[in-house]
């Protein structure tokens, strides 16, 4: 807008751009105490206050991810927790060149008036949530916005409620110095085809774009974090690697402006080496044709062989760290397009 007067302009443009640093991406490390038990649970780690930090803090200290690892988005009870020597956890990323994330939405329910897909709630006293947050050491947050694909769905409604979600939102994170990352996630889930996945994405990509103009968001000072344009996992034919890159980077061409701050991805339930070789591709092909960075900010596909590890012996939290510093640097080097799948044998 032409007469607004955004407060933090500079501050917000530099931390997108440090977020999206080259050879770097975002670990996602948000997930709710419910995702958090049901993932701890699925490799036979009990769940409680004291494990998720653990397990956590693990990550935080992993050697050497400084070098792959841009920011870390927190969960509400972890921004507050602290390391086995009482260091904040903000603290202790921020001693390591890492900056700190906070998701600060409310999760998903069920969306009255098309109760089978979801809204993303949270907007409720935002604003001083955002403060608190900023002062413990948050720098940028998330918001997560599903859309559901099946019969008759995404809606319009569905799409254009959490669109207006995502911008009030946006517009709130700017306003107290916090670049927003705006996740309006197209779900893998279900049998349809990439060709579907394509136009919902394109669809679902101007809705959130046109909502964050109504509502005079600074796309310089704003992340996107997608999910790729993909068939969905029952599908019968799933596309392969180099058609998800060349769809997932020709659909945000067509949508995405190129004053946006920078581009993240999801993994969404994608295998571990296959979301890195779509983020590889898409670099290798694309990386000086896009006006952003195409990176990632995963959390399954980062963290799943780590997990395991540490739930087959948790005493090994140096092999644990191996694992994660290992898919970090992966990742990281696709992020370049400068991954091959024969780094996959060999050691961290
Ligand atoms: P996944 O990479 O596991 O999809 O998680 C990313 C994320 O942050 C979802 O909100």
């Known amino acids: 807008m032409a007469n607004y007067q955004w407060k933090h302009a500079e501050e917000l443009q530099q931390t997108a751009q440090s977020m999206v640093a080259h050879h770097k991406g975002i670990l996602a490390a948000d997930e709710s105490n419910n995702t958090a038990t049901k993932r701890l649970q699925e490799v036979g780690i009990e769940s409680s206050e004291e494990s998720r930090r653990k397990y956590r803090q693990l990550l935080f200290t992993a050697p050497d991810i400084e070098n792959y690892i841009s920011g870390v988005i927190l ?8 390391d086995d020597n009482g260091k904040p956890f903000p603290e202790l990323l921020k001693s390591r060149g890492i900056i700190p994330g906070i998701k600060v939405d409310t999760g998903a329910k069920p969306l009255a008036g098309s109760p089978d ?4 709630e949270g907007l409720d006293g935002l604003r001083e949530r955002l403060a608190e947050y900023y002062n413990m050491g948050a720098r940028f947050s998330k918001w997560r916005a599903v859309i559901t694909v099946g019969e008759g ?4 409604q569905c799409m254009e409620a959490n669109a207006h979600a995502l911008a009030r939102y946006s ?16 779900l893998i ?15 679902n990509l101007r809705t959130v774009f046109n909502e ?12 996107l974090k997608t999910s790729m344009v993909i068939s969905g996992l029952d599908a019968k034919n799933r596309a392969g690697i180099e058609e998800v890159a060349d769809r997932s980077v020709q659909t945000l061409e067509r949508v995405v402006p190129p004053a946006l701050g920078g581009v993240v991805f999801l993994s969404g339930g ?13 670099n290798k092909k694309y990386k000086n044709r896009v006006p952003w960075r195409l990176t990632f900010s995963y959390a399954r596909a980062l963290q799943n062989p780590a997990l395991g590890t540490w739930g087959s ?22 992020s370049e397009g400068e991954y091959s799948e024969d780094m996959e044998s060999k050691a961290a």
């Open 75 to 82: 969960y509400d009870e972890t921004i507050r927790q602290s």
């Open 117 to 120: 897909e979801k809204v993303t």
């Open 153 to 156: 769905m995404p809606t319009q």
């Open 171 to 186: 517009a709130l994170c700017q306003e107290n110095g916090l670049v927003p990352i705006v996740e309006p996630e197209v």
């Open 189 to 203: 889930n279900g049998s349809h085809d990439i060709d579907t996945c394509e136009e919902i994405t394109e669809e």
């Open 212 to 223: 964050l103009y109504r509502h005079n968001v600074m796309l310089e000072g704003t992340v």
């Open 270 to 282: 994608q295998g571990d080496v296959e979301a890195t070789q779509h983020l590889d591709v898409m």
């Open 313 to 334: 012996d948790m005493a090994n939290t140096e092999e644990a760290q191996k694992a994660f510093a290992f898919r970090a640097k992966l990742n990281s080097l696709a």
